[in-house]
């Protein structure tokens, strides 16, 4: 499986960021992809997850503000950002569970920038 996470730029504060992550390869063996925020000197925390079955979960700290939404026509995972913060500013990445497969798959990241 492999995962190309595209999407991030500078925004303003208040502003919104759609983050997209497309998945290739053995798609079928996907159990689930998340998306993850890594601050530099801090560890990656993770924010949202979609399951094989198309179950959602946001971060309690992050709830009414990311959703997280998958297009399965060509199998994309979306996070949707809005009321973006400064603290927001990281290296967004998507991961990806493979059924059988002990270590998560990553994307290569894309950074967000959020000016005040």
């Known amino acids: 499986v492999q995962l190309q996470a595209s999407g991030g730029g500078l925004v303003h504060t208040g502003g919104s960021l759609r983050l997209s992550c497309a998945a290739s390869?053995?798609?079928?063996?996907?159990?689930?992809v998340g998306w993850y925020r890594h601050v530099p000197g801090k560890g990656r925390d993770w924010l949202a997850g979609?399951?094989?079955?198309?179950?959602?979960k946001v971060a309690d700290s992050e709830k009414g503000r990311f959703t997280i939404s998958r297009d399965n026509a060509n199998y994309t995972v979306y996070l949707y950002m809005n009321n973006l913060k400064p603290e927001d500013t990281a290296v967004y990445y998507c991961?990806?569970?493979?059924?059988?497969?002990?270590?998560?798959?990553w994307g290569q990241g894309t950074l967000v920038t959020v000016s005040s």
């Open positions: 991961g990806a569970d493979i059924l059988g497969q002990q270590l998560r798959e």
């Open positions: 390869g053995s798609i079928s063996s996907i159990n689930v």
């Open positions: 979609i399951t094989k079955g198309g179950n959602t």
